[in-house]
Every structure is written in structure tokens, then in C-alpha cells.
């Protein structure tokens, strides 16, 4: 018989996990939105963690601050979730850009747009 878990711990469990390869010390907040901006980093960075830390700690502008500070307040939190998943590729965009750039020359980089 398999013994039943606590969504609830799983989920805490869960954020646990995100809050430390995101590289922050300590978290209080939402813990879904928490592993949805850390779901969508690993998929943004292929699950490098050395590329997701330096976007944690990383002014960007359209952010107005460092997502590692950003994610302790509701609000913040709730931005970068956005701003990561907005960045995430439609259905079948990845499949496109694999083809574009199998499909070039040897040493020859494919515009990007």
C-alpha cells in the first residue's frame, strides 16, 4: 500500500528545493509561484545552475531590480513569474530554431530575427 502525501509538504518541499539552487538564503512567500519562476529558469537556462544564479542576482531594467531581491515581496515575486514565463518559447518555436540552425552553413551564425 502506498502511503498518501501532504500536497501541502509536498509543495513545500518543492520550494525548498528551488529557493536553493535559486541561491536565496531564505524564502517566505508563495511557495507555487516560487517553483513556477524556478520551472521556468531551468527551462530558460537548460538547467545551468551558474547561468541561473547570475540571472538571480543580476539588475535587469525591465525588472527594476535583482530577481533574488524581487522574489521577497508578493508583488516582485509575481513579476518575475510573469517576465520568465513570457520569455518561455511557443509550441513548436524550439523545433524551429533547432531546424534554422541545423540547416546553417558551417561557421556561419543564423539572425537571430
Do not use: C, I
Not at 500536497?7 to 512567500?29: E, I
Not at 522574489?71 to 518575475?80: D, E, N, R, T, Y
Request: aromatic share 4%.
Amino acid at each position: 500500500m502506498t502511503e498518501e502525501k501532504d500536497p501541502n509538504a509536498v509543495l513545500d518541499q518543492a520550494a525548498n528545493r528551488a529557493s536553493a539552487q535559486l541561491g536565496l538564503a531564505t524564502f517566505s512567500g508563495d511557495p507555487l509561484l516560487l517553483v513556477r519562476a524556478h520551472t521556468a529558469l531551468v527551462k530558460l537556462m537548460g538547467g545551468d545552475l551558474g547561468n541561473m544564479h547570475h540571472f538571480m542576482t543580476t539588475e535587469h531594467r525591465s525588472l527594476n531590480g535583482r530577481p533574488a531581491e524581487l522574489v521577497h515581496s508578493p508583488a516582485g515575486l509575481a513579476a518575475v513569474v510573469d517576465y520568465l514565463e513570457s520569455r518561455q518559447a511557443p509550441l513548436g518555436q524550439v523545433t524551429e530554431d533547432f531546424m534554422a540552425d541545423r540547416d546553417q552553413p558551417e561557421g556561419q551564425e543564423r539572425d537571430p530575427l
